[in-house]
């Protein structure tokens, strides 16, 4: 279920929650306000000490929602950073084994390009359900082993192996960040306290004396609000999962096509021997 909620477009998940939060409040003003005024009544109370209430809690409710809302946020900037990272590893490692002698050059660029196409094409659709990509380590082990099997018979070539793995160590790291933020979200107490909050929200304002028309009014407005701040934490807790705002592979796809790019253009030395 989550997972279809995750896939739909903002307008109808911005829909669903108005009818939802918003109609629940209403409900509760038909069936659940008479009960709350009594309860409130019995104990001397009335509007301004409600509205005393309603504030002070009011404070750290927000408080709490905004903190949870700027981390979800900051999270989802953090994995596409890390993501754009990992790319930008990935191709300077492939410019880095652009100096290995030939045939491991043309053999580590195919791997390379080969292990770009596996991240876009098989890692991110399970990044998509929230799930955690495995075996990607076979295909840097082989990558690895390709970077090992230089031999070094210059000054040179110990400075080519020392870049080129030194990019690899940066582009596996980043990539154990990244399907590790596959499974990253919001603790589950934490969203006890939200709803939690929700809750007592309602039970607060159904507490107010007031014209009916005016409760449906304020209130509406009120959960439907809480129903959209609900809503942006949802859709950004899980960095990759939203259809629309959930973090693309567009670094990689780039990448991929640099690389395909420079493996078709021809060598210097058969531009210069062509003339």
């Given at each position: 279920m989550s997972s279809l909620l995750y896939q739909q477009p903002i307008a109808i998940l911005a829909a669903l929650v108005a009818v939802v939060f918003v109609g629940v409040y209403w409900i509760g003003c038909v069936a659940l306000r008479p009960f709350f005024r009594i309860l409130v009544r019995s104990y001397g109370g009335d509007n301004e000490i409600v509205g005393s209430v309603l504030a002070a809690f009011g404070v750290l409710y927000g408080l709490l929602m905004s903190l949870?809302?700027?981390?979800?946020?900051?999270?989802?900037?953090?994995?596409?950073?890390?993501a754009v990272s990992e790319a930008s590893a990935l191709l300077a490692l492939y410019r880095a084994v652009g100096e290995y002698p030939l045939p491991l050059r043309e053999d580590l660029?195919?791997?390379?390009?080969?292990?770009?196409?596996?991240?876009?094409?098989?890692?991110?659709?399970?990044l998509r359900q929230g799930m955690h990509p495995r075996g990607?380590?076979?295909?840097?082990?082989?990558?690895?082993?390709?970077?090992?099997?230089?031999?070094?018979?210059?000054?040179r070539d110990e400075l080519i192996q020392a870049r080129a793995i030194?990019?690899?160590?940066?582009?596996?790291?980043?990539?154990?960040?990244?399907?590790?933020?596959s499974v990253s979200a919001i603790p589950i107490p934490m969203w006890y306290v939200v709803i939690v909050g929700t809750i007592i929200n309602y039970g607060l304002m159904w507490s107010f004396d007031m014209r009916f028309v005016t409760q449906l009014f304020l209130g509406g407005m009120l959960a439907f609000f809480l129903g959209a701040l609900i809503l942006l934490i949802a859709v950004l807790e899980r960095p990759y999962r939203s259809v629309q705002f959930g973090v693309p592979p567009d670094a990689f796809v780039l990448a991929r096509e640099v690389m395909i790019e420079d493996e078709n253009v021809p060598p210097v030395e058969l531009i210069r021997g062509g003339r």
């Open positions: 949870i809302a700027v981390a979800a946020y900051q999270n989802v900037n953090d994995v596409e950073s890390q660029e195919v791997q390379l390009i080969d292990y770009c196409s596996t991240i876009i094409e098989d890692e991110w659709p399970l990607s380590h076979i295909r840097l082990e082989a990558i690895f082993q390709g970077l090992m099997a230089i031999e070094h018979n210059s000054r030194s990019h690899f160590e940066a582009m596996a790291d980043q990539g154990r960040i990244r399907r590790y933020a």
